[in-house]
């Protein structure tokens, strides 16, 4: 899988591209700056104009190395054939607002109930999403009390850094893959995508970001649930 365009360009929102292949309600485009979504997280959605109209990709089958567009309309568009994209920048801006709280409050977990692990995450693009944690002792009340601290780093504007390590160094570095379920995605060269936000949290992850805290809107903690004996489901939303 290559480094993601988005990765590279975190800007680019409108792009022209060429239709290299298409099926019935997808297109595989030349080049994407789509997020395709994984480790919880939705993909982005975009409008796709083209010489007879437009279309909206709701969605991506990632399908090997291929990024399937997928169309809300059963179309099977011509190949070759040249369009103009335009990503939902305010579904993209949900998801980096509500994936940077989550690494916020994930760090929070960590520093305070001794090093509990992420067992699985969801961020949606209507605002809400939820972390499950390994935490087969936790006061529910003492998870609802992060909210606080959570909107503390949101207002103190930190700095949030992305850059790439070995797989070696990776693995060494105690407490940077902290999750149990949502492993980091590969690159070409075997390195590791790392997001670091201040001092306060460094993991290695695939998903798209804030450049700074300080550019979320305040969060809430909706929601704590048991899940099983060990695990707590953490719902919060973008308030
Ligand atoms: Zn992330």
């Known amino acids: 899988m290559p480094h993601y365009l988005c990765h590279e360009q975190p800007d680019l929102l409108e792009f022209e591209t060429t239709i290299v292949d298409a099926r019935p309600g997808a297109v595989l485009l030349a080049q994407s700056a789509l997020h395709p979504g994984g480790g919880g997280q939705v993909c982005d959605a975009a ?15 990632v399908e090997g190395d291929a990024f399937w567009h997928l169309l809300d309309a059963p179309v099977e568009l011509p190949r070759e054939r040249s369009v103009h994209v335009s990503i939902d920048a305010d579904r ?33 693009a209507d605002g809400t999403a939820r972390m499950d944690f390994d935490l087969p002792e936790a006061d529910n009340d003492l998870l609802r009390a992060l ?14 850094r992305i850059y790439y390590v070995s797989a070696g160094e990776a693995r060494a570095t105690p407490g940077l893959i902290r999750s149990l379920s949502v492993a980091p995605p590969p690159t ?42 060990r695990n707590r489901r953490v719902r919060i939303e973008l308030a």
């Open 188 to 229: 070409p060269d075997g390195s590791v995508r790392i997001v670091e936000i201040g001092d306060l949290d460094r993991q290695a992850c695939g998903g798209t970001h804030l450049s700074n805290t300080g550019q979320s809107r305040p969060v809430r903690v909706v929601k704590i649930e048991n899940k099983g004996r």
């Open 147 to 160: 909210e606080a601290p959570v909107n503390d780093v949101i207002r103190a504007a930190l700095d949030v």
């Open 47 to 61: 409008t796709l104009a083209h010489a007879d109209g437009e279309v909206r990709i709701s969605g991506v089958s």
């Open 92 to 124: 993209r801006s949900t998801v980096a607002q509500l994936h940077t709280a989550t690494h916020v409050l994930n760090a929070l977990v960590y520093q305070r109930f001794a090093g509990a692990l992420v067992t699985g995450a969801q961020i949606n």
